[in-house]
């Protein structure tokens, strides 16, 4: 008998699911039902039955605490599933340090996230931040000066080749980019990728990018990569892209960077401080385009996550390594 944590309505969504993966092992699940209160906890005795436990997107962010403060507290779990990437959250490594396995559920979003990076791209390229504010004012503005230069022309190049760094790499080909990528590990040739360099590398193509794409994970190492001084690597004519964490960018040096004229604009999904607080000079800049850390939002995304979980709950029954699965350290 297998325990498993989850929330009502996901033992509703793919509960016939989860009971087929265990009966083709020839076991059973015990579901055990987060309270539909947020506020609410399990007794003792549900803690001790919880072998394996999904962090669902349904849950966040109201039912995060309960769900966790579960899931610390039940000392034979030795699995976590989470809908989301990311997992620089502390509470993962406290679990992890207990000895349970986490896996995500990353690539569930790559195509959405990168779709809308592409979007802010091509909306910064053709100018249509100036075109939308005419439009407001009701006037017939067409652009001024000399004409954009076609993408075809240009540099993309994109910091983290993960599922959603590698989807903005498809894309930018796509558009006729010129597509530089950038990680730590060796690429194997089938990226969409037209050259490749390790992070160690990037001031010497800084120069030559006129889109710079941030796809990467925040660690130490990734913490402010992008700081005053790689910002004025840039050309002037250059923009940032990015939908990775806000912190791996120093906000202070991308403001100023703006305001001199230093980088030509930015799309920003993610930032250090979230919400962004109203009084933030970013907000003001009209060659900025800002979402509130929603790109990733998409109707089909809660049942990626899904098939993410049945998938390694397949694996996880038949001792096959776990897809995503977060290595200590």
């Known amino acids: 008998m297998i325990g498993l944590l989850v929330t009502n ?3 509703e969504a793919i509960g016939d699911r989860i009971i087929a993966a265990a009966a083709s092992a020839g076991n059973e699940v015990d579901f055990v039902l987060l309270p539909p209160d947020p506020a609410g906890r399990l007794p003792p005795e549900d803690l001790q039955r919880i072998d394996v436990a999904f962090f669902s997107g349904d849950l966040y962010p109201d039912g995060s605490r ?11 779990l030795q699995w976590l599933h989470t809908f989301n990437a990311g997992i620089d959250a502390p509470v993962f490594g406290r679990i992890m340090a207990n000895g349970t396995r986490i896996t995500t559920s990353s690539g569930s979003t790559a195509v959405p996230i990168a779709q ?26 067409p652009r001024p000066g000399p004409p954009p230069p076609d993408l075809a022309s240009q540099t993309l190049t994109v ?11 498809r894309l930018g080909q796509a558009l006729g980019l010129h597509v530089v ?3 730590r590990t060796p690429v194997t040739g089938a990226e969409p990728i037209d050259e490749f360099i390790t992070p160690d590398a990037l001031d010497t193509v800084l120069p030559r990018t006129d889109w ?5 994970p925040l660690t130490p190492a990734t913490e402010h990569m992008i700081d005053d ?15 990775g964490r806000g912190s791996l960018v120093d906000e202070s040096a991308l403001i100023r960077s703006l305001s001199s004229g230093r980088l030509a604009g930015a799309y920003l999904d993610v930032f250090e401080e979230e919400p962004l607080p109203p009084d933030s000079p970013l907000w003001n800049f009209p060659n900025v385009i800002i979402t509130p850390h929603n790109s990733s939002v998409s109707a089909g995304n809660e049942a990626r996550t899904w098939d ?12 096959q390594p776990l897809r995503n699965e977060v290595r200590p350290g």
């Open 308 to 319: 993410y979980f049945i998938q390694n709950f397949e694996a996880w029954i038949h001792g």
């Open 66 to 76: 309960g769900f966790f403060a579960a899931a610390q507290g039940a000392p034979r």
């Open 229 to 243: 001084r790689r910002l004025t690597l840039l050309p002037p004519t250059a923009c940032l892209l990015n939908v």
């Open 9 to 11: 309505r996901i033992r």
């Open 212 to 216: 710079l794409a941030l796809a990467a």
């Open 159 to 169: 910091v983290g080749l993960g599922a959603i760094g590698t989807e903005i790499a």
């Open 116 to 141: 809308t990076l592409v979007t802010a791209l091509l909306m910064l390229a053709r100018g249509f931040p100036e075109w939308l504010q005419s439009q407001h004012r009701r006037e017939w503005e």
């Open 181 to 183: 990528g950038v990680r």
